[in-house]
């Protein structure tokens, strides 16, 4: 396991691993381009020669990219859910050529449209971005914390996409979101039972990275708020029992900037103890 967060690409993207180091950062997540729309800035050979340099320079190896907050698979307009499918598509194969292990994407929300069509379109999406990829990095679907009408916010819903996509792609499970959408990974028993929802759906080995967040709201509040490890609601109690479970998967956090530093030496303190 690696411990990590989410860093800045201000100045362009081979800014990133400095950035990361700065933190204590073991591995780092960021955007290649705008979260919020915009034309994605070239990744060239010379921005990968650049990246590269400043990743063996600050001694990272790994990197995941978050995709564009605006995806929505499940969009009632056919030409906005092409659009978005080669977005990530595009941040697939602009991760590819630097080296980044996975993005992982959020995927809309079902407000248009009753739950089953929504799904089946979030599928066909999915499946769309993987039809003919030969790229390196991995997609990834994050688990919501199922505000309104959110899709992707329960194990199943995620086991249903992955299935019925062809099977390629993986999960992320940020624990901010899972404790809010209502998988208790607090107490003893909520995360045993957890555990075995997971086992018998996804699958353990198809969770490829955890967004490690502490949680404002309480659990199946519903709600996507991040907290400081520790401050909120899950505790590190459940940090320490999902890093037993998960010792090989890397952690990133996403948390603010103010105290992310304590939060990444709270996070490899807890691993480090057991
Ligand atoms: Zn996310
Ligand atoms: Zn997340």
Redesign the pocket.
């Known amino acids: 396991m690696k411990i990590g967060c989410h860093v800045s690409i201000a100045g362009g993207i081979w800014n990133a691993p400095k950035n990361a180091a700065d933190l204590g950062c073991e591995v780092f997540q960021m955007f290649t381009r705008s979260p919020q729309g915009g034309p994605a800035p070239k990744i060239d050979a010379e921005v990968i020669k650049k990246f590269k340099q400043e990743m063996e320079k600050w001694k990272q190896q790994d990197c995941y990219i ?1 995709a564009p907050y605006y995806i929505n698979f499940a969009s009632a307009k056919e030409a906005i859910r092409k659009a978005l499918v080669r977005v990530i598509r595009e941040e697939l194969e602009r991760g590819s050529l630097i080296g980044a292990k996975c993005v ?1 994407t959020h995927l809309g929300s079902s407000k248009d449209m009753p739950r089953d069509e929504a799904l089946k379109l979030v599928a066909s999406g999915v499946r769309g971005v993987m039809d003919g990829y030969t790229g390196t990095t991995e997609f990834l679907l ?1 688990i919501s914390a199922g505000a309104g009408n959110v899709i992707g916010d329960t194990f199943e819903e995620l086991e249903y996409i992955i299935k019925n996509s062809g099977g390629r792609v993986g999960v ?1 499970l ?1 624990t ?2 899972m404790f809010a959408s209502g998988y208790d990974i607090k107490t003893k028993e909520g995360f045993d039972s957890t555990t075995k929802v997971l086992k018998e759906s996804i699958g353990l080995e198809k969770v490829k990275v955890i ?1 490690a ?1 502490d949680s404002m709201v309480g659990l199946n509040e519903r709600k996507d708020r991040h907290d400081h490890i520790g401050d909120g609601k899950i505790g590190k109690g459940g940090f320490e029992s999902m890093m037993k479970v998960f010792p090989k998967v890397d952690f990133v956090l ?1 948390t603010k900037h103010d105290k992310i530093k304590k939060d990444i030496l709270m996070l490899k303190t807890v691993f480090n103890g057991f």
Do not use: L, P
Request: aromatic share 0%; with cysteine; proline share 0%.
């Open positions: 978050h992982m994050e992320c940020d901010a979101h967004h967040n996403e």
